[in-house]
């Protein structure tokens, strides 16, 4: 899971399979969003005669309102087509039709808070526009997590392959009481292919990714100096 600091949530179901297969070309596979107006793709537009029902907005790119406020597109959705995801559905809609939602929803909703609506009543403070700060959006998501991973035996069954061991004695994940090397063991034939290398530690493939992370990002923050070679 990686987390855009915009309250955008990138979320990948196969985390440790895509990061030593080259099947899929496409880094994440879904993206989540939290905020406010600035990525409101349609939720207050479902809810609301809101202003961005009215032209001119979203007459750029969509030639009609889109729900956005904005003339277009906004950040979230230039950073959906930038990795080849569509245009995140807004999560008023899924709940009022049939939206695939695996590659993505956008909870987002226009005058939002990251702090709780009751706290602003607390002290005394003028409410925000709705109740639905990001504390709300959080527990909408909480709502979909079920229908996107059903449940954690059956995400765990589904990675067998991938965590089994490729040098061990045996077994559903290829490791028992005997080491690596000794008789009785047996090697993969692709060690590429897995992270696991003997029960206990990684393959070379999986040492490659997690070094790329580092040196190419996004895993080291603040991030490496830039290397002057890459890792192959």
């Not at 985390?15 to 989540?32: G, R």
């Not at 702090?115 to 909408?140: C, H, I, M, Y």
């Not at 830039?226 to 192959?232: G, M």
Request: glycine residues 8%; aromatic residues 12%.
């Amino acid at each position: 899971m990686k987390i855009f600091i915009l309250f955008s949530v990138i979320f990948a179901c196969g985390f440790f399979e895509n990061i030593v297969s080259n099947a899929d070309p496409l880094p994440y596979e879904a993206i989540f969003n939290f905020g406010d107006s600035t990525s409101d793709t349609g939720n207050v537009a479902i809810d609301h005669q809101s202003m961005d029902k009215n032209s001119p907005y979203g007459s750029t790119y969509f030639k009609h309102p889109a729900g956005r406020m904005s003339n277009g597109r906004l950040i979230i959705d230039f950073i959906a087509e930038a990795y080849g995801l569509p245009l995140l559905p807004a999560y008023n809609n899924i709940t009022k039709s049939q939206v695939d939602i695996k590659k993505g929803v956008n909870f987002a909703y226009a005058g939002a808070t990251a702090l709780a609506f009751n706290f602003f009543d607390r002290k005394g403070v003028r409410p925000p526009a709705t109740e639905n700060s990001l504390n709300v959006q959080l527990d909408w998501f909480k709502k979909l997590k079920s229908s996107l991973c059903k449940n954690k035996e059956g995400f765990i069954s589904n990675k067998v392959e991938i965590l089994k061991a490729c040098c061990g004695g045996g077994g559903p994940y290829n490791v028992n009481d005997k080491y690596c090397g000794t008789s009785g063991t047996t090697v993969c034939s692709d060690s590429s292919k897995l992270i696991n290398w003997d029960g206990a530690h990684f393959t070379e493939a999986a040492h490659k990714q997690i070094a790329k992370g580092l040196v190419e990002g996004p895993f080291a923050n603040p991030s490496l100096k830039s290397a002057p070679f890459k890792i192959v």
